[in-house]
T-cell receptor, first 118, second 111 residues
Framework: GAVVSQHPSWVICKSGTSVKIECRSL??????MFWYRQFPKQSLMLMAT?????????EQGVEKDKFLINHASLTLSTLTVTSAHPEDSSFYIC??????????????FGPGTRLTVT | RKEVEQDPGPFNVPEGATVAFNCTYS??????FFWYRQDCRKEPKLLMS???SGNEDGRFTAQLNRASQYISLLIRDSKLSDSATYLC????????????FGKGTKLSVIP
């Protein structure tokens, strides 16, 4: 199946710093990527929909100025957590749709990035 | 009411057992339904899509009841490797590619 990578896979940072997470579709083009966050023992919660060449669409309650999303190409979306705080510690997962695939409804998930803010 | 609700679990079953998971969804406009599997500290992986007529993939059978807004997953002849959290997932509305996840049901298959 299609492959989505994320980098870094884990990161520990100090409170107040910014962290950038990359999401890449390796063997297909993705005009739309999704960013999720998962707290321990909770479900994945959609944070925002990232659209190539346009502004991201954020879900209610997600601060767009804190979680900056850039989708500059058809294979790369980045999420920057600005001025991170301990409550931002979570598992961040991206997904992408393969528009040309046989199953366009299917989303392929990246391996996730575990962020710990101290 | 939560958008996607699942059995809370955990389910602890012996190898070879048959186990069923249930899920209800609140958005009647949802058109796409899936079961994902998530291993501890890993990303979700698609197990199977769920079709209106029901579908089977080896030991796994999925059923959909649109009238009741109910989805099920049956696992026959459980293997140790089936131990994971199973996530019920629906799209967020007609024509939407956004997905809404249930909290998941944890399955532990015991030797």
């Amino acid at each position: 199946g299609a492959v989505v990578s994320q980098h870094p896979s884990w990161v520990i940072c100090k409170s107040g710093t910014s962290v950038k997470i990359e999401c890449r579709s390796l063997d297909f083009q993705a005009t739309t990527m999704f960013w999720y966050r998962q707290f321990p023992k909770q479900s994945l919660m959609l944070m925002a929909t990232s659209n190539e060449g346009s502004k991201a669409t954020y879900e209610q309650g997600v601060e767009k100025d804190k979680f900056l999303i850039n989708h500059a190409s058809l294979t790369l979306s980045t999420l920057t957590v600005t001025s991170a705080h301990p409550e931002d510690s979570s598992f961040y997962i991206c997904s992408a749709r393969d528009l040309t695939g046989a199953l366009p409804r299917e989303q392929y998930f990246g391996p996730g990035t575990r962020l710990t803010v101290t | 009411r939560k958008e996607v609700e699942q059995d809370p679990g955990p389910f602890n079953v012996p190898e070879g057992a048959t186990v069923a998971f249930n899920c209800t969804y609140s958005n009647s406009a949802s058109q796409s339904f899936f079961w994902y599997r998530q291993d501890c500290r890993k990303e979700p992986k698609l197990l199977m899509s769920v079709y209106s007529s029901g579908n089977e993939d080896g030991r796994f059978t999925a059923q959909l009841n649109r009238a009741s807004q109910y989805i099920s997953l049956l696992i026959r002849d459980s293997k140790l490797s089936d131990s994971a959290t199973y996530l019920c997932v629906v799209n967020s509305g007609a024509g939407s590619y956004q997905l809404t996840f249930g909290k998941g049901t944890k399955l532990s298959v015991i030797p």
